[in-house]
C-alpha cells in the first residue's frame, strides 16, 4: 500500500475541484522564529488588536484554554479546565500514539494540492479534545496568526468531542497588520462521539491579498450534535472550502452557519455538504452572504442516505454595490422516506425596510447599516449565549470596519 | 402646527389626492374617515414624506416649517411619526433594537413594554410573525419612544381583538395627552395661554396646555369608543368633502354611506 507521504506527494499539483488555482510556489515556508508568550497580555498592542477580531480574549476570562501560533510556531497552548486537552500537534503526534487513530483519518491526504501541503509540510496546527463525560462550558479558544509576509501557513487541527462530552471553540484566524500577502492552509479534523456535543466557529479576519484553503471533515457519532459555525466579513483575496459533516450514528445533528461579507476584489467559494447516513439524523445548513462589490458563491449540499432523515437548506444573499452573488443549494434524497427543503433568496434591501426606519428618525445610511446587521443576525440553536454573544461582537466589529 | 394647503399628489402616474386643505392646531386630534381607496393613507404617507407619494402642488408646512420636500428622517426628527397598518418584517431586526434607535434619551424602553404588554416581544424580529393586535401594540410602543409631536394613526384598531382595544385606546389618549372624558375642543384658535404659578392644573388647563397632534384613520369607527377627538374630515375622491364632529359624522356615514355624507358635507 502506498504511504500517505506518496500520496501526498503524488497531489503535489492537483488542482482543487472548485475555487481558483493557487500557485503554492509563491509563498515562502521558511517561518521565522516567535518567542513563546506566557502571559498574553505582553503580546504587543497591534497583534492583540487584530486577534481580538479574530474572537480571541486576550484576558482569557472566560475561557477554558487557548492555542496561538503564529506563521509556523505554537507560541502558547494551554487548558485551565480539567478535562480540556490543547496541544500542539506537532507534540502531540510525538508523544500521543492514539492520535494516529485520528490524524488523516477523515480528510484525505490527495483530495488537491492543498492537503498535500499540508501533508508534506505540516506546520503546526492544534488537538483539542474534552475528555469522556468532561462539559467544558466556557469555550476553548485558538489563533492562528499570520505575521510573515508572503508565507505559506499549513496546519492541521484535531478536535475530539469523546463521548458525553461538551466542547465549545473559538477558532480565529487573523493576519499582522503589514501583511498584505499570504496563504493559509487549514486541515480540520472534528470527531463528535456519542452523545456529545461540540461547537465550533471560526472567525476570519484576513487581508486582501491573502488566499485561504481550509479542508475540514467531521463525523458525529449516535446523539450527537454538532454545530460549525464560519464567520467571514474583512476583504480576502480568495477563500474557498466545502467543509463535510457525516452523521453516522442515530439521532445525530448537525448544523453548519455561515455569514460572509465579500469586498470588491474578494472571491469566497463559501459551502457546507452534510451527509445523513443514519436514522432520525438531522441537518441544517444556513448561510448569510452580502456582497459589497466581491464575487461570492454560496453553496449547500444535504445528501439524504436512509429514510426517516430531514434537512433543511438556507440561503440568503444581499446584494449592495455591485458584485456577484451566486446560491448553488442542492439536495439530494437516495431513499424513500427523507425530507429535505430548501430555501435560496438572492436580492437587495428593500426600500420599504429602509423608509420605516427613516420614518423613526434613522438617516438612510443608519437605516441600511442597521437592516444589515439585522440580516447579519441569526441565531443559532444550541449556542451558549456566550458565544452568540461573540459572534454578534465579531459581526458588530466587522460590520463597522467594512460598511 | 400642521398646515396643508391644495395639496396635490400622484402616485405612479395616478393623481391620488386632488385637493386637500387641512389645519391641525397644537393640542389637536382629527380623525379621517373615507372609503376605501379614497387616498387616506396616501395622506399620511405624504405627510410622513415617503418619496413614492410625488407632490405635484400645494405645500405643507410644519412647526412653521415648509417640509413638502423635506427628507421622511428629517420630518421624523422634526417630530412627525406614524403608526403603519401593515409595516414591513425586518428579518434579525430586534424590536427592542428599532425601539432603542428611535428613543429619546431618557426613555425607560422596559417600563414602555410592560405598560403594551410587550415585553416578550422586545427580542422578537420586529413585524416577523406578528398577528394584527401585535403589530398594532409594536407600532405604538415605537411612537412612545419616538415621543412624536404629530402622531399619524393609520387604522390603529384593525385586525386588534376586544381586550386589546382598551389598550390600544388609551396608549393613543395618552400620546396625545388626551383624556378619554373630554368633549372637543369648540374653538382651538381661541384658547388662551396658559400661565399659572399653580403647579396644579385643572383638567381644562391640561387640555388647553397640550401641544400633541393626531391625526387618525379609522375605517370602523371603533376607536371613537376610546378616543376623544376635536375635529372629523370625510376624504372622498381625493378631496377633504367634509368636515365636522367626529361622532357626527361618523353617524352621518353610518346612517346614509360616504357618498352621500361627502354630498352633505361638501
Same mark, same amino acid.
Given at each position: ?66 492555542? =496561538? ?57 492544534? #488537538? ?20 510573515? @509576509? ?57 487581508? @486582501?491579498?491573502? #488566499? ?6 467531521? =463525523? ?69 452572504? =452580502? ?99 461573540? =459572534? ?12 | ?60 408646512? %410644519? ?54 404588554? %410587550? ?10 410573525? %406578528? ?136
Amino acid at each position: 500500500m502506498r504511504s500517505l507521504d506518496d500520496k501526498a506527494h503524488e497531489a503535489k499539483d492537483k488542482k482543487a475541484a472548485i475555487g481558483p488555482d493557487i500557485d503554492l510556489n509563491t509563498y515562502s515556508l521558511d517561518s521565522p522564529q516567535h518567542a513563546a508568550v506566557k502571559d498574553l497580555k505582553v503580546m504587543p498592542g497591534a497583534d492583540k488588536e487584530k486577534m481580538a477580531f479574530a474572537g480571541l480574549d486576550i484576558s482569557e476570562e472566560g475561557r477554558s484554554g487557548t492555542y =496561538i501560533q503564529k506563521d509556523a510556531i505554537s507560541i502558547h497552548s494551554g487548558s485551565h479546565q480539567d478535562g480540556l486537552e490543547i496541544i500542539p500537534i506537532k507534540k502531540a503526534l510525538k508523544e500521543m500514539d492514539w492520535l494516529k487513530e485520528y490524524y488523516w483519518k477523515l480528510a484525505s491526504v490527495d483530495t488537491d494540492k492543498y492537503t498535500a501541503r499540508a501533508r508534506l509540510d505540516l506546520q503546526n496546527g492544534y #488537538v483539542i479534545r474534552a475528555l469522556p463525560g468532561k462539559k467544558i462550558t466556557l469555550p476553548a479558544q485558538a489563533c492562528l496568526y499570520l505575521e510573515k @509576509e508572503g508565507f505559506s501557513q499549513n496546519v492541521h487541527n484535531i478536535i475530539i468531542a469523546e463521548e458525553d462530552s461538551e466542547l465549545h471553540i473559538i477558532s480565529g484566524c487573523a493576519s499582522a497588520s503589514h501583511v498584505t500577502r499570504g496563504l493559509h492552509v487549514g486541515i480540520s479534523e472534528f470527531y463528535v462521539k456519542k452523545n456529545a456535543k461540540l461547537s465550533f466557529s471560526m472567525i476570519h479576519h484576513w487581508a @486582501e491579498d491573502v #488566499v485561504v484553503r481550509p479542508r475540514s471533515v467531521g =463525523i458525529v457519532e449516535k446523539g450527537g450534535l454538532f454545530l460549525s459555525n464560519y464567520i467571514s466579513m474583512k476583504p480576502v483575496k480568495s477563500v474557498q472550502m466545502y467543509p463535510t459533516i457525516y452523521l453516522v450514528g442515530k439521532g445525530a445533528v448537525a448544523r453548519s452557519y455561515s455569514l460572509l461579507v465579500g469586498s470588491p476584489g474578494s472571491e469566497l467559494d463559501v459551502g457546507g455538504r452534510i451527509y445523513l447516513k443514519a436514522k432520525d439524523t438531522r441537518a441544517e445548513i444556513v448561510s448569510r452572504a =452580502i456582497t459589497n462589490g466581491g464575487n461570492i458563491i454560496s453553496r449547500g449540499d444535504i445528501v439524504a442516505e436512509v429514510p426517516g432523515v430531514r434537512g433543511h437548506l438556507e440561503c440568503h444573499g444581499l446584494i449592495l454595490n455591485g458584485g456577484i452573488m451566486h446560491a448553488i443549494p442542492e439536495l439530494k434524497g437516495m431513499v424513500d422516506g427523507v425530507e429535505l427543503s430548501h430555501e435560496a433568496a438572492v436580492g437587495k434591501i428593500a426600500q420599504e425596510e429602509i423608509l420605516y426606519l427613516m420614518s423613526r428618525g434613522l438617516t438612510e445610511e443608519e437605516a441600511t447599516a442597521t437592516i444589515v446587521r439585522g440580516f447579519l443576525s441569526v441565531d443559532i440553536p444550541d449556542l451558549p449565549a456566550p458565544l452568540q454573544a461573540e =459572534i454578534d461582537r465579531a459581526v458588530d466589529l466587522s460590520q463597522k470596519e467594512v460598511m | 402646527m400642521l398646515l396643508i394647503e391644495d395639496l396635490q399628489v400622484k402616485l405612479g402616474n395616478k393623481k391620488i389626492l386632488r385637493h386637500v386643505d387641512l389645519e391641525i392646531l397644537p393640542g389637536e386630534t382629527h380623525i379621517l374617515f373615507g372609503p376605501n381607496g379614497s387616498g387616506k393613507t396616501s395622506l399620511l404617507m405624504t405627510i410622513m414624506g415617503y418619496p413614492q407619494y410625488k407632490v405635484t402642488g400645494g405645500k405643507i408646512t %410644519f412647526k412653521g416649517e415648509d417640509i413638502t420636500h423635506m427628507t421622511i428622517d428629517d420630518r421624523a426628527r422634526l417630530g412627525i411619526g406614524m403608526s403603519y397598518q401593515r409595516p414591513p418584517s425586518i428579518q434579525g431586526l430586534k424590536t427592542r433594537r428599532i425601539i432603542e434607535a428611535c428613543s429619546k434619551n431618557g426613555v425607560d424602553i422596559n417600563a414602555l413594554a410592560e405598560r403594551m404588554n %410587550f415585553t416578550d416581544f422586545l427580542d422578537r424580529d420586529i413585524n416577523v410573525g %406578528f398577528s394584527g393586535g401585535e403589530i398594532k401594540r409594536s407600532e405604538l410602543l415605537q411612537l412612545m419612544a419616538q415621543d412624536a409631536d404629530l402622531a399619524l394613526f393609520d387604522e390603529p384598531e384593525s385586525g386588534v381583538d376586544l381586550e386589546n382595544i382598551s389598550l390600544i385606546g388609551n396608549t393613543i389618549n395618552t400620546l396625545l395627552q388626551r383624556r378619554p372624558d373630554e368633549e372637543p375642543r369648540k374653538d382651538a384658535k381661541q384658547c388662551e395661554t396658559v400661565n399659572t404659578p399653580s403647579p396644579f392644573k385643572t383638567v381644562k388647563k391640561i387640555v388647553e396646555s397640550r401641544l400633541k397632534m393626531g391625526l387618525i384613520i379609522t375605517h370602523t369607527g371603533f376607536i371613537l369608543d376610546y378616543v376623544t377627538a376635536d375635529k372629523g374630515l370625510v376624504l372622498y375622491n381625493g378631496v377633504v368633502a367634509g368636515k365636522g364632529h367626529p361622532l357626527e359624522i361618523f353617524k352621518q356615514i353610518r346612517k346614509v354611506g360616504y357618498k352621500e355624507c361627502a354630498r352633505c358635507a361638501a
